[in-house]
């Protein structure tokens, strides 16, 4: 995908009001960068399916093939959704 990622620290949890997700904390050439994905961006779940560490995006990805919906934010105001290709 070409980031980096890491799980969110308890409190980034309660100053975003989610329950888990994953920090984008460094973004590379890759399918992730070509749709604008920037960093900070927190994954909250892929293909409506929740996501809560590194290893529960691995194990998506990993079953998934074409292409998926990342749904996350930057900030408690600012909602983000991309459609990456896996192809």
Do not use: M
């Not at 975003?16 to 779940?45: A, D, W």
């Amino acid at each position: 995908l070409g980031v980096v990622l890491r799980p969110l620290t308890a409190e980034e949890k309660k100053e975003l009001g989610v329950e888990g997700g994953v920090k984008v904390v460094e973004v590379q050439p890759g399918p992730l960068k070509e749709v604008g994905v920037r960093k900070g961006f927190v994954i909250t779940r892929i293909d409506k399916k929740p996501v809560k560490t590194v290893e529960d995006v691995e194990k998506i990805l990993s079953e998934t093939g074409g292409g998926i919906l990342l749904e996350g934010l930057y900030s408690k105001q600012e909602r983000a959704y991309y459609v990456i290709s896996l192809d």
